[in-house]
C-alpha cells in the first residue's frame, strides 16, 4: 500500500512540476522579448532591468531568478535574437537570388539587427559586455554567412565568391546602420536591386 501511495505521490510531483517549468520557461521567453523591444526602443542607457521586467509584466526579482545580471539578461536577449535571425533565413524557401539579397537586406534593417546594434554599442564601452558580445556576434556571423552560402547556391571554391557573399553581408550591415537614423526604402530598393545584379554576375 505504501508503494503504491510513494509512486502516487511520485506522479503528482512530476505533473505539478511540469507547469512550473512552463511557467518558468514563458516567463523568460517574455522577458527576453522585452529586453529586446527595450534595447531597438531605448538604447543601452534606458534599458535596465528593472524597465524590462515591468514591461514582461513580471517582478524585478524574479526576472534577476532567469538572468542575475544585467549583461546576462542582454547577452542573452541578442542570443535569442541571432537564433530568431538565423531561423528566419533557414526558413526561407527556395528562390531566386534577388529575393535572397533582399531577404538578407531586411535581416538587418529590422528590429532585431536594431537591438543587437545598440548592444555592441554598449559592448564597446562595457568591459564585462565586450567579450561575450564578440564572441556571440562572431558565431553568428559564420552562422549568417553559411546560410547565405547555401542560400545563394554560391560555389566557394570559385575565386571571388566568398569575398562577394561576405561583402553583401557587410553591405546588409551598413544599410542596418544607415536605417537607425533615417528609413530611406527608395534608397535601400535601388542598393538591393544593383547588389542582386553585382552578385548573379559573380556567382554564375
Keep these: 500500500m505504501g508503494a503504491v501511495t510513494s509512486a502516487a505521490s511520485g ?3 512530476a505533473a505539478s512540476k511540469k507547469p512550473q517549468q512552463d511557467r518558468s520557461r514563458a516567463t523568460r521567453q517574455r522577458l527576453l522579448e522585452a529586453a529586446v523591444a527595450c534595447l531597438a526602443e531605448r538604447g543601452w542607457a534606458g534599458s535596465t532591468v528593472s524597465v524590462v521586467a515591468e514591461r514582461a509584466g513580471v517582478s524585478r526579482g524574479a526576472a534577476q531568478h532567469h ?8 547577452t542573452a536577449a541578442v542570443e535569442y535574437v541571432a537564433e530568431e535571425r538565423s531561423q528566419a533565413l533557414r526558413a526561407l524557401p527556395p528562390q531566386d537570388r534577388t529575393a535572397v ?3 538578407l537586406v531586411d535581416l538587418y534593417t529590422g528590429p532585431l539587427f536594431r537591438a543587437a546594434l545598440h548592444l555592441w554599442v554598449a559592448a564597446s564601452n562595457e568591459e564585462q559586455l565586450r567579450p561575450r558580445v564578440t564572441e556571440l ?9 553559411r546560410i547565405a552560402v547555401r542560400l545563394l547556391n554560391a560555389d566557394e571554391s570559385r575565386p571571388g565568391v566568398r569575398e562577394t557573399v561576405q561583402g553583401l553581408l557587410d553591405m546588409a550591415r551598413g544599410l542596418g546602420l544607415a536605417n537607425l537614423l533615417t528609413d530611406d526604402a527608395a534608397r535601400r530598393r535601388r542598393v538591393v536591386t544593383q547588389w542582386s545584379e553585382v552578385v548573379e554576375q559573380a556567382l554564375t
Design 137 to 145: 556576434e562572431a558565431r553568428v556571423g559564420r552562422e549568417t554567412h
Design 11 to 13: 506522479t503528482s510531483a
Design 67 to 74: 538572468f542575475p545580471t544585467r549583461e546576462d539578461l542582454f
Design 101 to 103: 539579397v533582399a531577404a
